[in-house]
């Protein structure tokens, strides 16, 4: 037990934990946006894998690393116009929609890895984001080290903060959260349920995009074919598990990543020599599940999740 | 723009809307090959030939589709009744499993065949069961957990193959110990490349269509996939309906992988399944989710897998145009279908 509690209060445990965290929050509050306007998108999976490989691939190819995700989340937005054009105005099976966009989006970063790096066996990396040094913080004894994180970390917060801002205080959250709950309402006030969603949908899905792509410009420094590695469906159950609240669901992240973050590090202790270290890696699927059971019946859900909406049908 | 239901579609809108899903598949194929930097109708003629174009090749092609004949069923009888099995990866693994638990010499038997496929069946049929309980029982979507299921599955694999599993003659590949030879399938006809996994695809097919609609159960499945809240009305223990859906479906997709281990590889690895379960939706809704369409697809789907791996290796256009290919098939289709149904109009 005491090794649990070295690792608990050492300040790398949680400088790994933000950095776990920091595509969970970014790809969480795509779908929470997706989710609150009323479509629930499956596209997440894939569209985070073409999100890492447009980022890093752009800045491989020369451009600076914010050219990189600005890139990526216009990948990630593309795709997002794919889903909603299919889900919203011709209301298809937002599951179907959702897996073929995933499997699309897939396919198309691994097409274009081979066809601009026919020969490679391994692939090259580029520099990534540097921790940011902030005055007096990162001096700190213990904080310091805790939050020396990249610009993209700090970003995904920023984000995560006025996704919250413009939900809850400004009228076109309302019109957002309005248009998950009674579309026909929103359309008696004048507004596009149709044009809210959509602008929805592609939004959230350039947040998942970037949540891919701080993988490659921040984490890892290069892209891996399996490196998402259902991190999308993972947050597909953050975003039930903060019941499509942005705040609970930025908890649910940090909860989730520093299980994660705790699972590598109990893999090098007594513990980790006696059980298989695939359980430590099941650990974050087998707790998603646990979360969806927990919040099971909790009703939060918005009213008209998954509902296509067709004017002149009542 | 407002969609309209159309009272009568005629024959030339059902028909002609599909075949224009497809056309328009093979445009954006060509599109690709023109990306690639290749002969658009090289690169067509190549995936055919690779797919057809030799007895060795039609052999490939069909014993890719066993598999996707499996799993492409398990998810047509789960969304027809709207009951969303992504879990059909993980499924098609525990068959996997259960064929080298039985099959390496735990059951000397000669029935150890089919004792270890019911084993097999009733295995994924168990790991499907607790994601429908679960949506039954507490509402929880069943999409995210199966899809969960399929990494847990995966790393249960590798514990496996690394473990109690793994192969001492392995030469540190993780892979399982081989079936004894009394657990393989045989093949169909001696001398060819093909086992008698392909036909046992085919008879699933016809009893999924028997099921399906000669039984109570089928008309049950159909009712409930269309309206569960005027099924229920009507009197049908819909939960009940689900279950046994379930059953089915996770029965299908466990065969998949009990007969890749017994008929095609005779152990089992990581790479058993480069994607069969999630590829088995794309099979399922080309076929309009009907249990012998699926056979016709699941050999197409599997045709363009086999052939753009020939095509790759002669044209230099990446093998993934048929993962391509296949989302945008899925995309179109499901458009396609409902275009048949309904017009749009402005206003």
């Known amino acids: ?314 | 723009m407002r969609l309209e239901t159309i009272a009568n579609p005629s024959a030339a809108r059902r028909l002609g809307l599909p075949a224009l899903a497809l056309a328009a598949t093979l445009a954006v194929a060509m599109a690709l090959a023109l990306v690639g930097g290749a002969n658009p109708f090289a690169v067509l003629g190549q995936i055919a030939t690779g797919a057809l174009g030799s007895k060795l090749a039609v052999l490939e092609t069909l014993n890719r589709a066993t598999p996707l004949i499996f799993t492409g069923l398990a998810v047509a009888v789960a969304f027809r009744a709207k009951l969303w099995n992504i879990g059909a990866e993980a499924q098609l693994y525990a068959g996997a499993i259960l064929a080298v638990v039985l099959g390496t010499g735990a059951l000397a038997s000669p029935l150890v065949l089919p004792l270890s496929a019911l084993a097999a069946m009733l295995a994924g049929a168990a790991l499907l069961l607790g994601p429908v309980l679960l949506k039954t029982r507490l509402g929880v979507d069943e999409v995210v957990t199966t899809l969960l299921l399929n990494f847990i599955m995966l790393l249960l694999v590798s514990y496996l193959l690394e473990g109690p599993m793994k192969d001492p003659m392995g030469m540190g590949w993780p892979k399982s110990t081989p079936l004894i030879p009394e657990a393989r399938l045989p093949r169909i006809v001696e001398g060819l490349r093909l086992h008698w996994g392909f036909a046992l695809a085919i008879i699933a097919a016809v009893v999924v269509w028997v099921i399906q609609t000669r039984t109570t159960l089928g008309f049950e499945i159909r009712a409930v996939g269309q309206n569960p809240e005027a099924a229920r009305f009507a009197g049908m223990p819909v939960n009940a309906v689900l279950v046994k859906t379930a059953l089915l479906s996770g029965g299908l997709a466990a065969l998949a992988g009990w007969s890749e281990v017994a008929g095609l590889k005779g152990h089992l690895s990581l790479d058993l399944s480069p994607g069969f379960g999630y590829t088995g939706i794309i099979v399922a809704m080309l076929a309009l989710l009907h249990p012998l369409g699926v056979v016709v697809t699941a050999i197409f789907v599997a045709g363009i897998f086999v052939g753009s791996d020939a095509m790759s290796r002669a044209a230099g256009v990446p093998t993934y145009i048929a993962d391509m290919l296949m989302a945008v098939a899925l995309l179109f289709m499901v458009l396609a279908i409902l275009l048949t149904r309904v017009r749009v109009v402005r206003g």
């Open chain 1, 1 to 314: 037990m005491s090794e649990i509690v070295d690792i608990l209060i050492s300040a790398s445990f949680w400088a790994a934990v933000i950095r776990i965290a920091t595509p969970l929050i970014l790809a969480t509050m795509g779908e929470l946006i997706c989710e609150r306007a009323g479509v629930l998108n499956l596209g997440i999976e894939g569209i985070m894998v073409i999100g890492a490989f447009a980022g890093w691939m752009a800045v491989y190819q020369g451009l600076p690393l914010w050219g990189g995700v600005a890139v990526a989340m216009g990948a990630g937005m593309l795709f997002g116009l794919l889903h909603s054009t299919l889900t919203v105005p011709f209301g298809l099976s937002q599951h179907v929609v959702g897996l073929g966009v995933t499997l699309l989006a897939t396919a198309s970063a691994s097409f274009a890895y081979r066809l601009m790096l026919p020969e490679v066996t391994s692939p090259p990396k580029i520099e990534p984001f540097q921790p940011l040094h902030i005055p007096s913080l990162s001096d700190l004894p213990w904080a310091g080290e805790a939050l020396s994180q990249t610009a993209l970390t700090w970003t995904a917060f920023a984000v995560a903060g006025l996704v919250a801002w413009v939900l809850y205080r400004t009228p076109l959250g309302l019109a957002v959260r309005a248009v998950g709950e009674n579309p026909a309402a929103v359309e008696a006030q004048g507004l596009s349920v149709t044009g809210l969603r959509m602008g929805a949908v592609i939004v959230g899905s350039g947040l998942m995009a970037v949540g891919g792509a701080f993988l490659t410009l921040s984490a890892f420094s290069s892209f891996f074919f399996e490196m998402v590695n259902g991190r999308g469906w993972i947050c597909i159950a953050l975003v039930v598990f903060g019941a499509w609240k942005p705040g609970k669901a930025v908890l649910g992240a940090i909860l989730f990543a520093g299980f994660d973050a705790l699972q590598i590090r109990l893999q090098q202790t007594d513990l980790g020599a006696v059980l298989p270290y695939q359980l430590f890696l099941a650990l974050p699927f087998i707790l998603s599940i646990l979360a969806l059971i927990l919040m099971s019946r909790r009703a939060e859900v918005p009213a008209s999740l998954m509902v296509p909406y067709n004017k002149g049908e009542r």
